[in-house]
């Protein structure tokens, strides 16, 4: 009894938003288990903070945020007539809530290095399992709501879709937390122009404009933010560490580690294991961006001088130089490039990939295969947002633009 | 002498910038002078906040907010090695602050009622020389620059071009008035990507998406809010209220005037006339947002019922129906519609396009015509934004886009 | 029956709060109502524009603030368990609404040359009753509201007293548009802490250094907008300009002037007249800020010199020299300067008031006579700000501040 | 040659500033230093981020954005004909970078368990030394204005006075990223009335209002952000810990550690030993906020009862529960709940001053013993703002307030 007063206007400060109130009690249940207070110890955006020193906010904020605007959509939605239950407003604001709950620490950098066939997505799944276990079935709906099992399709598409929440939320907040002001897109605009049409979701055709400007928005903070070649050369500069440590864990080297991350590093773990030992989840749990990083320091004065090497190069930030290109680059070039760093580094030429490596990035702004934008036009009918603009020509918007990166050490170049 | 000390570090507040600084004589002087105190009185937006109740900025703080930017533009350009020197700056100072001193009030809407062969552009011209008589020749290189006869171009381009910063101060200004977030665009970021190569202003390359969202916002606002159709009804409205009291001065019918509005609404003056009578500039510098509007309150009771039915509609914000299509309106649907209103309103059928009437509006998000954006790519060389960019498509960026409106009284659909 | 579904979800683009809805068909065609469209025409900060440019923001916007503000307000309270039924929500939104509808142009200059003793307190209550006949008697609990003859006296406390949403709304939105970030408050917060015990608005304890701050920050917005010495140096300009124009219309003098200012100009109208001639109303509901304006830039060619200088003044921004001070200033400083007046600008010594004259501001943040602002503690009592406040002691703050101004040519001193 | 290329014009990207640009390659250097980097991994505001999740940001960025203002600083004191010479500027510029380059991870918490006679501002000066040292003697004039050796007293009060630099970047900072917009102060508008006389920093008079917000504005962050009852809460829960691990290390029972906790943890180094042995410094410069959270994660599981209650309760966010009150809790009262701690929580009486304890809080608005705010008539004279402010009560500014906390389990209350 005493546990629902305290509950009752619950109130989270954010700089974005001023204030996000949680007025269930289950959905603050939810936000006080430790699953979910882990992700205030991971950041949104990992290392885009040594290109952006502001980027430092988390998950936790993010998914507290997406709820936020879950909440304004809700009642657009229901001010315009569409229906939308007590209970489905609580389920879909649970599954908003834990879209991301199975992110790890560093997680693009880390799903190949320390979960093998897991993507978040995948351990997203196991972890609503476990609270639904542990909420005695009250996550039931918005677990359903978030595979896409529920009848009304478009409380998926709020969670899940090419103009979700989920997006509407980060673009902003990373925008506010960067800097990057350009990023900033108007959601309280685009939520007030959402609709629900044949159980789809749809925006108002006066919206227009600010679909495209969120389109391009989007884009730009991927070049300019996601995909800086800065914030490249740090993530995979942290690929490459844990490459290494990871071939050291193999042969038994020993390393600085955390309870969590030693079983990890030392074990294969895959999705069967999740499934035969339940205490695996709880262990994934207690791993975040304050394991990871420790050890990087720690290892920065590791016997290995590879790893050693990588670690310091981190910590005090000497990134790696990286070049940006429409094309792959050749073999032969990098082929060069590596010779020329097992002589100034003194490693083996196996080892050189370390330090000299190729990839690619790509990013396309707007889908036609997934979930469309579709804007509602005046006489009823509606129309992919592709289609409707007069601007955005559809086949530069969907085609995806890849870019090759190579990076190598700084005095290389 | 003591007047230097007044002028000294003069403050202007701004809630775009927060300050702007004038610590030039020259530049605060013509800034007193009662030809650029008038914009104080002229809207940058006329009737727009009809729409945007905010939008009721004035000329005046727009040229001094595009003043701020190219000083702000100058420092960018000058660290990098471009030379201005100080009678350069102050005299590119010049040419933005004077760029739209030739604006009368409501200009869109008057340009063809109170004035004739003379654009806004031509006036601009008329009162930069007068000013440089008055100023005793001081003004004589920013009119050069301003003509575009200096042989320094890229100066020119900073007060004219695509990307020039009366572009950047308005869509910021503009923004923030009416409080479309989404029209904001980065001017601090845009600026300091700025260089000049041969000559030319560009746009160093890591600021392509910058660029791209700068002509994706000015689309925006342009159908938003400078194109939006309640704003369009309320304009048209004032010109057929103007084109009622043209023809109505026309047959010496008395209408209430100010002394200056009644110089223009009862002779019809051409550039020549200003070359000849010195006196009818200063004449037209009294003219502003209060005479018009004034003389419209006023004649919402006048006797010609169709002259006062407009009026009072304007002034009571009883604004035309306005339909938008992307094809022309068919004579035979406006005719109908003028068929009707005689019968309601009880005018004739010559007068029933007061209040049907048909036109255009057009829009295009780039023009390769005129002076292009060029980015400075990092080999050296420079290429138009709209090839530079993978994702606005040239064709259609540069496409004019054209839209028909149909305004009527709101009863008639 | 079509009407109603147009007035369904109107809504109003402002800068300060995003977007203000209105959902209530009758406060819809309140503010439909010529009589609220006025305040479209009226400044909320008159003259002040000529010291912060940006300071355009009219009555009409503040209204429409304050009302959004009241929304949220009432839904706090609801949030809390005070009940507040949908009638007594929809009378408390009016109230606001209509709090200032007495407002006429210029109203801290107008107040005494064009009513007499017609306060806009009182004129705002002549309005209201107007309304109230025009909308059946709709009305009759907002006006019970508004003159606090309601039993539930905490929902006249939102609408009038030392933390009613007229206050919040004015300070926030005239920083907005002064630019003047310091006098920002936050209204959410505020509001956040809102609650009613024993039928009084109170704050909650923790929102105490909110309030010290709102008050500080009231503070700094008199000291700094509203009573800023150029701004008052304007504004009593135009107090001369309609004292001279107001003695030579009581000589019958022929003055510029729209059919409404006539009216009030050439005769002395009291609440009586009002009374007796319905349409007296209708006619002082025509005046704003146009005719004032107008009048004052036509006269500034009219051939009593005092009047054609002081308008030429007011509209070429010749503002008068201000002197401000905490004690009066002397008669003989006076008249030593209104003899310079007149040998200076040659007009008689009679006139010379015209030119130099003093007087004198007040300010208090806070008064203790006035309805308190109340914060609730923990155990439940309740106690005023200036007693729970450690910081803002009593005595100064319910000091009132009184500074004497001395206005003259800027020649002279 | 060509680092000093890559050098100029380095640019930051702040989201408070928009931009901060490093055009001096000392101060790039110094940046570049890992005693520098290492802010990056100390939080400013410690545990605050537990009750305002977007308190992130880091030592680092409040250290560049003092550098920021104190660049605003320096331009506005020279354009009032103050003389700083570039070798002052480059001096003051590192002063202040480097002015809290002394900070440990979570300082005000580890300021007594893991080093002992080092205050922070000691430690800044050691640091300070090495780096001059290190940078060839060119932080001399640096090192003499922050010590106040210099002769132009009004450089060091720009480092470190009652209206420094310092604080106008935190308070705003601190503002904008746990968003209590409140805090919010014009640091703009308060460095443009700097000025100095007699080689005093002043604000000019017409600042004063802008002061006593900033004065009310920084009581307001102390009560409502840095002594909020539920960060002390987190912070106490943190000096709990650290008491218990170092009690534990001293009787050398086995703690997870990193190699530089280690050191601090198991000995216990004075000054002298930083004196001693220069590698000592080095040592702690690895010290940040990931050493010590991962250390409270690991020892969650520690075999200790204490210890891994207390670590369990900050990681998943069960804080004590906070009693604040302006009297000191009785020995009584806390000698009870302390009983009752031992029977719930079953540890010793002597171990329950881990889980019930009491201490105090002390603010005060503003020091009249520490360099004071002086405001600059317009007679030329100077006076301290306690004097100058007609509102701010001196008595009530000046006396420190003191509150006492109660902290103790959440289920004991």
């Known amino acids: 009894v005493e546990s629902k007063q305290l509950n009752k206007g619950k109130i989270f400060n954010d700089p974005v938003y001023g204030f996000i109130s949680v007025n269930d009690d289950l959905l603050f249940d939810i936000i006080e288990h430790p699953y979910f207070q882990r992700l205030r110890r991971i950041k949104q955006l990992g290392l885009t903070h040594m290109v952006y020193p502001g980027a430092l906010h988390t998950r936790f904020h993010h998914a507290m945020g997406a709820m936020f605007l879950m909440g304004e959509a809700i009642e657009v939605l229901r001010s315009k007539g569409n229906e939308i239950t007590d209970e489905e407003a609580q389920a879909v604001n649970i599954a908003i809530l834990l879209h991301d709950i199975g992110h790890g620490p560093y997680s693009h950098a880390l799903e190949n290095c320390i979960v093998y066939d897991l993507s978040h997505e995948l351990l997203s799944r196991i972890f609503m399992d476990r609270l639904n276990e542990h909420f005695k079935g009250k996550l039931h709906l918005a677990i359903e709501i ?111 580690c955390t309870h969590a991350l030693q079983e990890f590093l030392y074990h294969k773990h895959s999705v069967l294991d999740f499934e035969k030992k339940p205490s695996l989840l709880n262990t994934f749990s207690k791993l975040d961006d304050y394991d990871i990083f420790t050890s990087v320091k720690e290892w920065s004065n590791h016997p290995d001088l590879i790893l050693s090497t990588l670690c310091s190069n981190l910590v005090n930030r000497h990134l790696f130089h990286t070049e940006l290109q429409n094309r792959p680059f050749s073999e032969k070039q990098i082929g060069e490039m590596r010779k020329k760093v097992t002589a100034k580094i003194k490693c083996r030429m196996s080892d050189a990939s370390y330090f000299v490596f190729s990839g690619k990035v790509e990013n396309f702004a707007y889908s036609i295969q997934d979930a469309k934008i579709n804007i509602l036009l005046k006489d009823g009918s509606t129309l992919d947002i592709a289609e409707a603009s007069d601007q955005l020509d559809v086949s530069a918007l969907t085609k995806t633009v890849t870019k090759y990166f190579l990076c190598c050490p700084k005095n290389l170049f």
Chains 1, 2, 3, 4 share one sequence.
């Open 146 to 256: 978030f595979r896409n099992k529920y009848r009304k399709k478009f409380l998926h598409q709020l969670v899940s879709s090419q103009l979700d929440v989920d997006r509407l939320d980060y673009l902003k907040r990373d925008s506010f937390f960067t800097g990057v002001s350009e990023g900033v897109i108007s959601t309280e605009r685009i939520i007030k122009m959402m609709n629900v049409v044949n159980d789809n979701l749809v925006i108002e055709a006066k919206g227009i404009y600010s679909i495209e400007k969120f389109i391009i928005a989007r884009r730009l903070m991927y070049w300019q933010v996601y995909l800086h070649k800065t914030v490249l050369a740090a993530e995979y500069l942290l690929v490459k560490i844990l490459q290494r440590a990871r071939s050291l864990a193999d042969k038994k080297v020993k390393l600085f």
